[in-house]
């Protein structure tokens, strides 16, 4: 893509799954990347693979030293990474607290450290990997769910705030992806993810198209259109259905 050839990037979470998919195809696509994860270990090795530089560290706080390693721009910013943070409402303060740092304010604090820039020059693509369960909900999953809705909210508003001054924003919801997270997401996840899960890589072809036809909207698995339209429609219908999905996890021993 023309719009990615030359592009600075960066991609947090990039440690495997949908993160390292999107640095490997970034690279490849001709973009200048840096990689980002607490752990150094992997990033390094897919640095190495993908001539990449490696910034190691929380993805809150790593902007100033992905603009340096970039030589003073980023372009294109992916808020990739995220946590899995199953539980009920009585999950412990300290999951709910982590779910909300990660999942929400980082990718705050990311567009406070490159909006200033972006707007000074009237560019900049900021890409918000949430889930489909931020369109609509997962099972055994509250602060996950609730958070992910926090991860599109948040999207949406600097969409709709800033796209008439040039800045681009992408929302990545998919269902399941073969990753940890996925593993991570235990007998829920196999009731209602492992079925139609797909290859991180289908996930990154999946914003590429999106970047091409300048679309909010990044679905990995076109059928989640679908399911939020019939969820805005009718509400109390798709309520009682995602009810009906939880009494049969129940039912499985969950």
């Given at each position: 893509?023309?719009?990615?050839?030359?592009?600075?990037?960066?991609?947090?979470?990039?440690?495997?799954?949908?993160?390292?998919?999107?640095?490997?195809?970034?690279?490849?696509?001709?973009?200048?990347?840096?990689?980002?994860?607490?752990?150094?270990?992997?990033?390094?090795a897919l640095?190495?693979?993908?001539?990449?530089?490696?910034?190691?560290?929380?993805a809150?706080?790593i902007?100033d030293a992905?603009?340096?390693?970039?030589?003073?721009?980023?372009?294109?910013?992916?808020?990739?990474?995220?946590l899995?943070?199953?539980?009920?409402?009585?999950?412990?303060?300290?999951?709910?607290?982590?779910?909300?740092?990660?999942?929400?304010?980082?990718h705050v604090?990311?567009?406070?450290a490159?909006?200033?820039?972006?707007?000074?020059?009237?560019?900049?693509?900021?890409?918000?990997?949430?889930?489909a369960?931020?369109?609509?909900?997962?099972?055994g999953?509250?602060?996950?769910?609730?958070?992910?809705?926090?991860?599109?909210?948040?999207?949406e508003?600097?969409?709709?705030?800033?796209?008439?001054?040039?800045?681009?924003?992408?929302?990545?919801?998919?269902?399941?992806?073969?990753?940890?997270?996925?593993?991570?997401?235990?007998?829920?996840?196999?009731?209602?993810?492992?079925?139609?899960?797909?290859?991180?890589?289908?996930?990154?072809?999946?914003?590429?198209?999106?970047?091409?036809?300048?679309?909010?909207?990044?679905?990995?698995?076109?059928?989640?259109?679908?399911?939020?339209?019939?969820?805005?429609?009718?509400?109390?219908?798709?309520?009682?259905?995602?009810?009906?999905l939880?009494?049969?996890?129940?039912?499985?021993?969950?």
């Amino acid at each position: 893509m023309s719009t990615v050839h030359g592009s600075g990037v960066v991609v947090t979470g990039a440690g495997g799954g949908i993160g390292a998919a999107l640095a490997r195809r970034f690279a490849a696509e001709g973009a200048r990347v840096v990689v980002n994860d607490l752990d150094e270990a992997r990033i390094k090795a897919l640095a190495e693979e993908t001539g990449a530089v490696a910034v190691a560290g929380d993805a809150s706080g790593i902007v100033d030293a992905a603009r340096d390693a970039l030589d003073g721009t980023v372009d294109i910013y992916c808020a990739n990474a995220g946590l899995a943070s199953p539980g009920d409402v009585f999950a412990d303060e300290e999951i709910w607290a982590a779910a909300w740092d990660v999942n929400v304010m980082a990718h705050v604090r990311a567009a406070r450290a490159l909006l200033p820039d972006w707007l000074e020059r009237g560019s900049g693509r900021f890409v918000s990997t949430a889930s489909a369960a931020g369109l609509l909900t997962m099972i055994g999953a509250a602060p996950y769910s609730v958070t992910k809705h926090g991860a599109v909210a948040f999207a949406e508003w600097l969409s709709l705030t800033y796209r008439h001054r040039g800045i681009k924003v992408h929302a990545i919801c998919p269902q399941g992806v073969r990753t940890d997270m996925l593993t991570a997401a235990g007998s829920a996840g196999e009731l209602v993810l492992a079925p139609g899960a797909i290859e991180p890589e289908a996930v990154a072809d999946a914003l590429f198209d999106a970047m091409a036809e300048d679309r909010f909207l990044v679905l990995p698995h076109p059928e989640v259109a679908g399911y939020y339209r019939a969820r805005t429609k009718d509400t109390e219908h798709w309520l009682g259905s995602m009810n009906h999905l939880q009494r049969k996890w129940e039912e499985t021993g969950a």
